[in-house]
């Protein structure tokens, strides 16, 4: 377990609509990063978060948006779904000794 | 900008024999981490090793170990007295330690160990 929780596990929804994925660090990290993985791809970093500030930002479409909250939290938004939106998608949080530790991913499904 | 890079995309060895997987990275940066994760059938992201770029010994974790080449920009992984239970994507990622800190992959080599 690596304390990191992301809800849902899995998600299926249709093409044009809006889904939220969640995701709680481990207690005690501050950064939060997300990060998308398309079948038998690699992990396409999407953004970071540091104590409730963007901090960097990677390929993430427009139709795309996050945020951490105040109690460290972070919610990924996408919208206006696409086919090609279909993956697993992953929250870490980052220790202060540099390694990131993963959720389980929220694998969405676009029909 | 950072990048890393695996060529092996596939492996393939027999249980209990020694297997090495290679990293490559380019970077201008004096100060980071090296890690190594391995990503199973349950597509579980799940850290193996870690090494601080300012250290010159080579990390070990049990039956994984590193050979980490500064100069070079080489990060090797080696895993001892493989186990099927090995078998697994494994991903070599890099982090800077100053400024934007996003954990960058490589794109992966499919390890796997055969009974």
């Known amino acids: 377990d690596s304390g990191v929780t992301q809800t849902p596990k899995h998600l299926i929804t249709a093409t044009g609509q809006r889904v939220t994925l969640r995701c709680s660090p481990r207690s005690g990290d501050l950064s939060v990063y997300w990060y998308q993985q398309s079948l038998d791809q690699g992990l396409q970093f999407l953004i970071q978060y540091y104590n409730g500030e963007e901090r960097a930002k990677g390929n993430i479409l427009e139709r795309f948006s996050a945020q951490q909250f105040p109690d460290l939290h972070s919610e990924l938004n996408l919208s206006s779904l696409e086919l090609g939106d279909s993956a697993l998608y992953f929250c870490?949080?980052?220790?202060?000794?540099?390694?990131?530790?993963f959720g389980e991913g929220s694998r969405l499904t676009v029909l | 900008a950072q990048t890393v890079t695996q060529s092996q995309p596939e492996m393939s060895v027999q249980e209990a024999e020694t297997v090495t997987l290679s990293c490559t990275y380019d970077t201008s940066e004096n100060n980071y981490y090296l890690f190594w994760y391995k990503q199973p059938p349950s597509r579980q992201m799940i850290l193996v090793i870690r090494q601080e770029a300012y250290k010159q010994q080579n990390a070990t974790e049990n039956r994984f170990s590193v050979n980490f080449q500064k100069a070079a920009k080489s990060f090797s992984l080696k895993i001892s007295d493989s186990q099927l239970g090995d078998t697994a994507m494994y991903f070599c990622a890099f982090i800077k330690i100053q400024g934007a800190q996003k954990l960058v992959f490589g794109q992966g080599t499919r390890l796997t160990i055969n009974p």
């Open positions: 870490a949080s980052r220790k202060n000794t540099g390694e990131l530790f």
